[in-house]
């Protein structure tokens, strides 16, 4: 039988963690395995960053385990408040947020694309290599295409 513990992460490699227990007297983790939720097939990753709060389990001895999640914090808050989204943010600070059947993507770029109502909408600049086919109504504001200026809504 072993046990869960919290601790700060204080070194990585590869898919393995160090953890530094300060309710342990700060004792130091050997290397643990991070939890994934899928190896094979339909391949996940992600390992936790130096300084961040996680939840470990370890065996009776301390010697061998896996840290299982990340735990957010006064210092280091969640970035929604919500039962029903789902919230990712990437160190470049780009975001995915998927809520209420709506997904939104903000990409540190300065592109945000949108799928929501049965519409795919693009804020930014957008450009397409190859064949563009439109099926359906097509509204043209202030546009030039082929250098002839378009008159429209």
């Given at each position: 039988?072993?046990?869960?513990?919290?601790?700060?992460?204080?070194?990585?490699?590869?898919?393995?963690?160090?953890?530094?227990?300060?309710?342990?007297?700060?004792?130091?983790?050997?290397?643990?395995?991070?939890?994934?939720?899928?190896?094979?097939?339909?391949?996940?990753?992600?390992?936790?960053?130096?300084?961040?709060?996680?939840?470990?389990?370890?065996?009776?001895?301390?010697?061998?385990?896996?840290?299982?999640?990340?735990?957010?914090?006064?210092?280091?808050?969640?970035?929604?408040?919500?039962?029903?989204?789902?919230?990712?943010?990437?160190?470049?600070?780009?975001?995915?947020?998927?809520?209420?059947?709506?997904?939104?993507?903000?990409?540190?770029?300065?592109?945000?694309?949108?799928?929501?109502?049965?519409?795919a909408i693009f804020d930014g600049n957008?450009?397409?290599?190859?064949?563009?086919?439109?099926?359906?109504?097509?509204?043209?504001?202030?546009?030039?295409?082929?250098?002839?200026?378009?008159?429209?809504?």
């Amino acid at each position: 039988m072993g046990t869960l513990k919290r601790g700060i992460v204080v070194a990585g490699r590869g898919s393995q963690v160090k953890v530094r227990f300060d309710e342990s007297d700060g004792v130091i983790s050997p290397w643990i395995d991070v939890a994934q939720p899928s190896t094979i097939g339909k391949r996940s990753y992600r390992r936790f960053k130096k300084g961040e709060l996680v939840r470990c389990y370890l065996d009776r001895k301390g010697e061998t385990g896996e840290a299982l999640y990340a735990i957010y914090n006064e210092e280091n808050p969640a970035p929604a408040d919500s039962d029903d989204v789902i919230h990712e943010v990437m160190p470049d600070g780009s975001t995915l947020v998927w809520q209420s059947g709506s997904i939104t993507v903000d990409h540190a770029s300065g592109i945000v694309v949108t799928l929501t109502d049965g519409k795919a909408i693009f804020d930014g600049n957008v450009e397409i290599t190859g064949n563009l086919s439109v099926d359906g109504q097509t509204t043209l504001k202030d546009t030039t295409i082929n250098g002839i200026r378009q008159v429209g809504d």
